[in-house]
Nanobody, 127 residues
Framework: QMQLAEFGGGSVQAGESLRLSCAAS????????MGWFRQAPGKEREGVAA???????RYADSVKGRFTISKDNDKNTLYLQMNSLKPEDTAMYYC?????????????????????WGQGTQVTVSS
């Protein structure tokens, strides 16, 4: 059974950093397109970053230069390093695996029906 479990959320001040982790089980993350989404209260879930099996990455414009997605294939874990956090980064952050690879191929970091989700971890950034 495929499972994703996020860790590392918390409350920080603007300008500080956080690193989110996503432990995958029941499948090898190295063989999937993986990504991070976020959802703020009253807003739709939006794509933040994705990483393909060859290590190529893509980011939402709002986080480019501040966030870095990576994965450790040996640990079967996905990461999101978030630097220079802003209050508008406040959201529930979700780890995602996409067996269709659309997240890593189609522009826009869009949700599709093939995505598996973690339970989410809250990130709160205060000014």
């Amino acid at each position: 059974q495929m499972q994703l479990a996020e860790f590392g959320g918390g409350s920080v001040q603007a300008g500080e950093s956080l690193r989110l982790s996503c432990a995958a089980s029941g499948f090898r993350a190295r063989n999937y397109c993986m990504g991070w989404f976020r959802q703020a209260p009253g807003k739709e879930r939006e794509g933040v970053a994705a990483i393909d099996i060859d290590g190529s990455t893509r980011y939402a414009d709002s986080v480019k230069g501040r966030f870095t997605i990576s994965k450790d294939n040996d640990k079967n874990t996905l990461y999101l390093q978030m630097n220079s956090l802003k209050p508008e980064d406040t959201a529930m952050y979700y780890c995602a695996s996409d067996q269709s690879f659309a997240l890593c191929v189609v522009s826009g970091l869009r949700i599709n029906d093939h995505i598996q989700w973690g339970q989410g971890t809250q990130v709160t950034v205060s000014s």
